[in-house]
């Protein structure tokens, strides 16, 4: 198994994500911190916490993060994801309290902490991991990477172009991809892509057991609930992203030069993958292309339905 710290948006999709991951026996989910994103941070803590009961992991200590991005206002996501984040789904109230540190003092502690290097798995806008990184620059020592729900090197959603995780902070992303730490950007090219057939979804809606029906309802929301606009499925979303830190052979992935645009233009946001077939420093414009960050970028599965089942 390998120690594992999320950082995520509780968000349907995230919620999903922290199922899986917490009952994964690969990784070993020692943190989660949140951040406002998908909705407001107290919404996220909440939502997060009551994830954590259902799956019957609430020894793992949850801390509230940043309030919103960098340098600019939150803007939230409740159109996607419902006005709770959770598509409607009702869950007990939280058994507890998130810890008392702020999320950037507990992501430190447990990866200084760790014997192993930790994997940062981001389901959100990076605005954590960027405090995280210029308060504490020793963590990227303790890092074994950063797999990232984000970007796209085609289409985008929050805009024509960017996606919402770094669209919502860009200034945080672009620290991010700078670090030094090796990245793992599963975009909306694969994200798109990864989607839970209906009738799979009403099993889950119909069963017994509380962990599956609420599966099924977060899942049966997912970016597709819409009675005027009719879906034949529901994205798995962040879940995809945890899929690929511990398979990444399920995937089809390749190494680019990746950057953030921090234009006050149409294109912020937007992550520019460089899938030129040669990139020499003629081809940068005075750049020098050891100051562009390299990223493993996954841009699809090789079988969705593999990647659903695990
Ligand atoms: C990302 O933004 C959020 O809406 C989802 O939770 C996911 O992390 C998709 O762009
Ligand atoms: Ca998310």
Redesign the pocket.
């Known amino acids: 198994t390998f120690p594992v710290v999320m950082d995520?948006?509780?968000?349907?999709?995230?919620a999903m994500?922290l199922m899986y991951a917490v009952r994964n026996p690969h990784m070993d989910v020692r943190a989660v911190s949140t951040v406002a994103?998908?909705v407001s941070l107290k919404q996220v803590v909440e939502n997060t916490l009551k994830i954590l009961d259902l799956m019957g992991a609430s020894d793992i200590p949850v801390a509230a993060g940043a309030v919103a991005p960098l340098n600019s206002p939150a803007r939230d996501?409740s159109y996607?994801?419902g006005a709770d984040g959770l598509g409607g789904v009702e869950l007990p109230a939280p058994t507890r309290e998130p810890v008392a540190e702020h999320a950037v003092e507990l992501m430190r502690r447990t990866i200084m902490e760790s014997e192993q290097k930790v994997t940062l798995i981001a389901?959100?806008?990076q605005t954590n991991l960027a405090l995280l990184l210029r308060m504490h620059p020793e963590v990227t020592e303790n890092l074994e990477r950063i797999v990232f729900?984000?970007g796209s090197a085609s289409v985008g959603?929050?805009t024509p172009v960017a996606?919402?995780?770094i669209w919502?902070d860009p200034e945080a992303a672009d620290i991010v991809v700078k670090s030094g730490v090796p990245l793992v950007m599963y975009g909306?090219d694969v994200?798109n892509h990864v989607a839970i057939p209906d009738d799979v979804v009403a099993g889950l809606k119909a069963s017994d057991h509380p962990v599956a029906r609420a599966l099924g309802g977060i899942a049966g929301f997912t970016y597709g609930d819409d009675e005027d606009e009719p879906q034949a499925y529901s994205l798995i979303?962040?879940a995809g992203?945890v899929v690929a830190a511990v398979h990444p052979e399920m995937f089809v992935s390749s190494e680019h030069r990746i950057e953030i645009s921090l234009a006050d233009e149409i294109t912020r946001g937007q992550t520019v993958v460089d899938q030129r077939a040669q990139v020499g420093e003629d081809r940068l414009h005075g750049k020098k292309i050891d100051d562009i960050p390299v990223a493993e970028v996954v841009f699809s599965a090789k079988d969705e339905m593999e990647v659903i089942r695990e």
Do not use: R, S
Not at 8 to 14: A, C
């Open positions: 995520v948006d509780t968000g349907i999709d995230d994500a994103g998908n996501a996607v994801h389901c959100a806008p729900m984000g959603n929050a996606e919402f995780n919502h909306l994200f979303g962040d992203a």
